[in-house]
């Protein structure tokens, strides 16, 4: 942890004077040096996808909705149609310090 931490603290203090007037690619920066120990995937995906697929298609599979980075992988807790609107809100389990799923 502690030679994370260094690295991170050396890689915001080289990286915030050019980045100072974009916070946002500086927090992209953060997450891509610390994806592999945070998420256990080594990068993120090059774009969201662009993919449309049908409601039949995603009713079948749900899991096709979703574009994930190389390593991670996904499955539908409930795909059933009378779900609700609020399915969205989902949370780390079985808690937010060690998560196993979301």
Request: net charge positive; charged share 15%.
């Amino acid at each position: 942890m502690k030679r994370i931490r260094i690295s991170y603290v050396l890689a915001f203090a080289l990286a915030a004077p050019a980045l100072a007037q974009d916070a946002g690619r500086l927090q992209e920066l953060q997450l891509q040096k610390l994806a592999p120990k945070l998420f256990g995937v080594g990068a993120g995906i090059a774009s969201s996808s662009t993919a449309s697929i049908d409601a039949t298609t995603a009713n079948a599979n749900p899991a096709a909705l979703a574009k994930l980075a190389k390593g991670l992988r996904v499955r539908a807790a409930y795909a059933a149609a009378n779900l609700g609107a609020n399915i969205d809100m989902i949370q780390p389990w079985p808690d937010d310090v060690a998560p196993t799923h979301l």
